[in-house]
């Protein structure tokens, strides 16, 4: 193919990216919004060697809970929300810190919009398994960025 049929073109879906440090080590977070999947991708140290996907599916108790203004939205994840893991796992820890770092995300992204029902798809590589509160919060805190 010749140079001069190729076409420079944006990229076609909505992106947003954040980076910061997270309990000392360089994080970046970038969301792509496709029609059907939002694609959250944390990464350290140029890793991703994990991903999970969550289906944000609507609960009938859920949106009931999230209509009353005396339910205040805590730290835990909804119980509606099922993550699986598709690719990567790197033992069982590592895949349950990944599930909840993906079940929490997935479940910000159900209150910020109820009606959204695409499928969250989390790309994960953290550089080592840090189950800190500090770390936790540092990665949540920068992943909402992008939200």
């Given at each position: 193919?010749?140079?001069?049929?190729?076409r420079?073109?944006?990229?076609p879906?909505?992106?947003?990216?954040a980076?910061?440090?997270?309990?000392?080590?360089?994080?970046?977070?970038?969301?792509?919004?496709?029609?059907?999947?939002i694609?959250v991708?944390i990464s350290?140290?140029?890793?991703?060697?994990?991903?999970?996907?969550v289906p944000?599916?609507?609960?009938?108790?859920?949106?009931?809970?999230?209509?009353?203004?005396?339910?205040?939205?805590?730290l835990?994840?909804?119980?509606?929300?099922t993550?699986?893991t598709?690719?990567?796992?790197?033992?069982?820890?590592?895949?349950?810190?990944?599930?909840?770092?993906?079940?929490?995300?997935?479940?910000?992204?159900?209150?910020?919009?109820?009606?959204?029902?695409r499928?969250?798809?989390l790309?994960?590589g953290?550089?080592?398994?840090?189950?800190?509160?500090e770390?936790f919060?540092?990665?949540?805190?920068?992943a909402?960025?992008?939200?």
């Amino acid at each position: 193919m010749a140079a001069h049929n190729i076409r420079e073109d944006k990229f076609p879906v909505p992106s947003r990216h954040a980076s910061g440090l997270v309990n000392g080590v360089a994080t970046e977070v970038t969301l792509l919004s496709f029609s059907d999947k939002i694609l959250v991708t944390i990464s350290q140290e140029g890793r991703l060697s994990q991903w999970v996907k969550v289906p944000l599916t609507g609960s009938p108790a859920g949106i009931v809970g999230m209509t009353l203004p005396s339910l205040s939205h805590g730290l835990l994840p909804s119980t509606h929300l099922t993550p699986k893991t598709l690719l990567g796992g790197g033992g069982s820890d590592r895949e349950t810190i990944g599930q909840l770092y993906a079940a929490q995300i997935a479940s910000r992204l159900s209150l910020q919009s109820p009606d959204d029902r695409r499928t969250l798809v989390l790309g994960l590589g953290l550089a080592k398994l840090d189950t800190e509160r500090e770390a936790f919060f540092g990665l949540i805190e920068l992943a909402q960025k992008v939200l």
